[in-house]
C-alpha cells in the first residue's frame, strides 16, 4: 500500500536500514535530485524520501526536502517493501533518468 507521510514533528531522526540512494530526473524539471530508499524498522515500512538536502557523514544522516531526518542503520542493501514503494514513486512522477549513487554515501566505499 503507497500512502504519504505526515509532516515531520520532531527533529529525531527516522532510523531507514536496507538503504540506498538514487538520483533521477522526473516530471518536468531537468535537474536531478536525489532520494534515499529504504526499510523504517519501527513501523515496518518500506518509504522513498524527498529530494535530499543534506548528508552529515560523521552522523550518517540524510535530511530531506521535507525536514525530515533519517539515520542510515548498517550497510546499504536492499527490501522489497522499499523497492515496491520506489517503483511506484517512480511511475507516478514520471522518471526519465535514473542513476544508483549509493557508493558516494556508503562509509565502506570512502574509506
Do not use: C
Given at each position: 500500500?503507497?500512502?504519504?507521510?505526515?509532516?515531520?514533528?520532531?527533529?529525531?531522526?527516522?532510523?531507514?536500514?536496507?538503504?540506498?540512494?538514487?538520483?533521477?530526473?522526473?516530471?518536468?524539471?531537468?535537474?536531478?535530485?536525489?532520494?534515499?530508499?529504504?526499510?523504517?524498522?519501527?513501523?515496518?515500512?518500506?518509504?522513498?524520501?524527498?529530494?535530499?538536502?543534506?548528508?552529515?557523514?560523521?552522523?550518517?544522516?540524510i535530511t530531506t526536502r521535507s525536514g525530515r531526518v533519517y539515520a542510515l542503520l548498517g550497510h546499504p542493501g536492499?527490501?522489497?517493501?522499499?523497492?515496491?514503494?520506489?517503483?511506484?514513486?517512480?511511475?507516478?512522477?514520471?522518471?526519465?533518468?535514473?542513476?544508483?549513487?549509493?557508493?558516494?554515501?556508503?562509509?565502506?566505499?570512502?574509506?
Amino acid at each position: 500500500m503507497i500512502y504519504g507521510v505526515a509532516e515531520p514533528t520532531n527533529n529525531f531522526p527516522v532510523a531507514i536500514m536496507a538503504w540506498s540512494i538514487k538520483e533521477v530526473v522526473w516530471g518536468e524539471s531537468e535537474q536531478p535530485t536525489r532520494h534515499l530508499i529504504g526499510h523504517i524498522p519501527q513501523i515496518s515500512s518500506g518509504r522513498t524520501t524527498s529530494a535530499i538536502q543534506s548528508f552529515d557523514r560523521e552522523k550518517m544522516q540524510i535530511t530531506t526536502r521535507s525536514g525530515r531526518v533519517y539515520a542510515l542503520l548498517g550497510h546499504p542493501g536492499e527490501n522489497d517493501d522499499a523497492d515496491y514503494v520506489w517503483e511506484r514513486w517512480k511511475a507516478f512522477n514520471h522518471v526519465r533518468n535514473e542513476k544508483d549513487v549509493t557508493n558516494e554515501y556508503d562509509e565502506r566505499a570512502n574509506t
